[in-house]
């Protein structure tokens, strides 16, 4: 992960690098750091661990005349999260800094060299040895060293350097790490993501595999793998710098849960009228639908918990496998893949690594690809045969909320979409479907509303030993994301089973400290699951219940939030707002950090 941003012009390096790295935070907030750059060419550096608060402190230190600098904010991989580990990383002689996202994979071996060859270390990250190779390769061009230290590397990498004898200079490369350039007038940027410099310029180039890019303030120049300048493909973008207020709610996570009834009316717009389902998107791979023989969604955490209950329902429209992958496994040990396999990629980020590894295994064995993505202009949405925009605005709480509701919706439009398409969904199928589609932003609010209750049910089952999500069917992908959410808010153990499994072996976790959470659904599977919590409660498991459709929920439930009746794949979708809440309020109870959970970051952009 990590978050970077440089500049080269004449504005105060160390502030406009500290704003852009607020808006980085999202990546990683283990620690941070900037460096500048004199006309002189001395470098100075300032970094601390912990979030951006403990930087800003030591941002006085910096001087207020540098032409150029570069900053980070770390998602730390290796070496733990400390003031020597922090980036930006430095050569013995203060000569060169170096800020990285991703992971050099044969660092060890460089290490060892570098080691053997005098170098010595400050700091036990896998980035510092890329330092001491650039050092040991320059010859007073620091592109050409960096472009000698490149076929040296494995791994994934997003860099920017800056040298002592080249005041003003920033050189940048990347390879399956997201960066970019921006142009402006007299100054020059590089990020992590345009939201970092859209202040100042929305004349962004997006860097490709391979590319290195050469910044002065008066210029950029991009350059291939191979060495030879290739033109800029400047792109205007609309990214906007405003990475939302929190207006009248004390966190993130508590403004987005409750944005849910718009952004699901948003991924609707347009896509679900006149009776039907039709997104425009699609046309771009119409030709290869009626010849698709699998669909296999991918996607890694919240976003493959969205994909399961789309999967279902394409393999019982086509009546063809379709099915879910975790985006880590499928891009190391894929399926059959070819041209009649359908892949659908579900990422609110676009940059997880893992999901743009599996599209490109899958576009190497020349699958279509859709790509179901919030954020514009993200590698994903350059990697995909078509792409569909959830819309859901800017998220900017670690824990997918409204990304995730979007992502579950879009992937349900989706399907009904190709399945009308390839003639498995009836006209008055798609009607029923669209009728009921289009009052999911009004069971939003309901389930919203209905959520309050969570409050106390909270302060009632804070201090259990441990939580069991269960569910079947539809309802189990919602289990799932319950379960993922209160582990990665409060740090509680919780974990997602199919009802009918518990009896194999976790039932015996159950007992009057160990709840367990259902998601009791309308569905042919209700009385199998109602049967499964009694045998919880004759093991004395308090249950909690987000029921919808069903009555007397009091006879298999101890505390029940009740959501609106709807058919199963809806009623899931709607179900997972109660368990957002739930798990909002048990991270309150634990006094823990709502929107920046420990050891996570918005964006995975490292395997
Ligand atoms: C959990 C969460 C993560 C992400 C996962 C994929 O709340 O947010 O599990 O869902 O890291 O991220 P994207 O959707 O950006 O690919």
């Keep these: 992960m990590c978050g970077i941003v440089g500049y080269a012009g004449p504005q105060r390096a160390s502030e406009l690098l500290f704003a852009g790295l607020r808006t980085l935070e999202y990546r990683g907030y283990d620690s941070a750091g900037v460096a500048t750059a004199a006309a ?69 071996e460089l290490k060892r060299e570098l080691e053997a060859a005098g170098h010595h270390f400050s700091s036990t990250t896998d980035t510092e040895v890329l330092v001491h190779l650039i050092e040991s390769a320059y010859q007073g061009d620091l592109r050409a060293a960096i472009f000698a230290v490149l076929p040296r590397l494995r791994g994934q990498w ?52 391979g590319e290195v890019a050469d910044l002065t303030k008066s210029g950029a120049q991009l350059f291939a793998a191979d060495g030879s300048e290739v033109p800029l493909r400047i792109e205007e973008v609309t990214t906007s710098a405003s990475t939302n207020e929190k ?31 039709r997104i425009e998107e699609l046309d771009a791979i119409s030709a290869n639908i ?23 329902l394409a393999e019982r429209l086509f009546g063809i496998p379709a099915r879910s992958s975790v985006a880590s496994e499928f891009r190391y040990d894929p399926p059959a893949l070819g041209p009649t396999t359908l892949v659908i990629a579900i990422s609110q980020s676009g940059e997880t690594a893992d999901t743009l590894g599996a599209v490109r295994a899958a576009r190497n064995a020349s699958a279509p690809v859709i790509a179901i993505v919030n954020s514009e202009g993200s590698t994903l949405t350059r990697s995909a045969d078509a792409v569909v925009l959830l819309r859901a605005g800017v998220e900017v709480s670690v824990a ?41 932003p009004e069971m939003a609010s309901s389930a919203l509303t209905a959520s309050e209750g969570m409050r106390a049910i909270a302060a009632r089952f804070y201090g259990s030993e441990g939580f ?63 049967s499964n919590l009694m045998e919880a409660r004759a093991r004395l498991s308090p249950v909690i219940a987000v029921v919808s459709g069903v009555d007397e929920a009091g006879e298999f439930a101890d505390e029940t939030i009740m959501i609106p009746a709807a058919r199963p794949e809806i009623a899931a979708l709607i179900a997972s707002i109660p368990l957002q809440r739930f798990a909002y309020e048990m991270a309150l109870c634990a006094g823990a950090s709502v929107d920046q959970p420990k050891n996570l970051a918005k964006s995975v952009t490292v395997e």
Excluded at 408 to 436: F, N, P, Q, Y
Aim: glycine share 8%.
């Design 468 to 530: 069991m999500f269960t569910s079947r069917g539809e309802g189990f992908a919602t289990a799932l994301e319950g379960a993922l959410k209160l582990k990665e808010l409060s740090y509680l153990h919780a974990e997602g089973i199919p009802a009918g499994e518990m009896k194999h072996g976790p039932i015996s976790l159950l007992g009057p400290k160990h709840p367990v959470v259902a998601v009791v659904l309308n569905s042919h599977t209700l009385q199998k699951l109602v």
């Design 400 to 440: 997918a909320t409204k990304s995730f509701t979007s992502q579950a919706l879009t992937a349900l439009l989706i399907v009904l979409d190709l399945a009308r398409r390839a003639g498995h969904l009836s006209a008055s199928d798609a009607a029923g479907w669209s009728k009921e589609l289009l009052e999911i």
């Design 247 to 277: 207006g009248e709610y004390t966190h993130f996570m508590q403004k987005e849960m409750a944005e849910q009834p718009q952004s699901l009316r948003a991924a609707m717009l347009g896509r679900v009228t006149d009776g039907t389902v």
């Design 40 to 108: 002189n060419g001395s470098i100075s550096i300032q970094k601390r661990a912990g979030k951006l608060d403990n930087l800003q402190m030591a941002l006085p230190l910096l001087p207020t005349d540098a032409i150029a600098g570069i900053a980070h904010t770390r998602w730390a991989t290796h070496g733990e999260a400390s003031d020597a580990n922090a980036h930006p990383h430095s050569d013995e002689s203060g000569g060169i800094a170096l800020v990285h996202n991703g992971i050099i994979e044969n660092f060890s």
């Design 290 to 312: 009626a010849g698709i023989r699998s669909i296999e969604f991918v996607a890694c955490g919240s976003a493959y918990n969205a994909s399961l209950a789309a999967a279902a």
């Design 158 to 209: 997003a860099i920017a350097v800056m040298h002592k004898d080249e005041p003003g200079r920033i050189v940048a490369a990347r390879k399956e790490a997201p960066l970019v350039i921006g142009i402006g007038d007299g100054e020059q940027f590089v990020a992590s993501d345009p939201i970092a410099i859209a202040a100042h310029t929305r004349r962004i180039v997006f860097l490709r595999d």
